[in-house]
Nanobody, 119 residues
Framework: QVQLVESGGGLVQPGGSLRLSCAASGSIFIFSIAVMRWYRQAPGKQRELVATISAGGRTNYAEFVEGRFTISRDNAKVTAYLQMNSLKPEDTGVYYC???????????WGQGTQVTVSS
């Protein structure tokens, strides 16, 4: 069983930065071969994919965060990160970490962390 715990959210002014963390429990091996993703959900909107990092470190970003956000992972710490710079009010929402288990072919989700960008 995999459990994910996000942290690092909060209130920040437009133009500011936050770094989200996603700590995973369970096997280091499973984490190291899993695809990690960050999603977000704004009030009244559907959850949307923000960024993806493969087991090999290849990254992909949604167009609306390209150049501002960076996804990374530290397999030794079984933790994924999302560095968010130049934040905008429209980045406000609950950010969720997702792990795709490569053997079970299952998705695991964290509880989410709130990010609010406002002056």
């Amino acid at each position: 069983q995999v459990q994910l715990v996000e942290s690092g959210g909060g209130l920040v002014q437009p133009g500011g930065s936050l770094r989200l963390s996603c700590a995973a429990s369970g096997s280091i091996f499973i984490f190291s071969i899993a695809v990690m993703r960050w999603y977000r959900q704004a009030p009244g909107k559907q959850r949307e994919l923000v960024a993806t990092i493969s087991a090999g470190g290849r990254t992909n970003y949604a167009e609306f965060v390209e150049g501002r956000f960076t996804i990374s992972r530290d397999n030794a710490k079984v933790t994924a990160y999302l560095q968010m710079n130049s934040l905008k009010p429209e980045d406000t929402g609950v950010y969720y970490c997702n792990l795709f288990h490569p053997i079970r072919q299952d998705d695991y989700w964290g509880q989410g962390t709130q990010v609010t960008v406002s002056s």
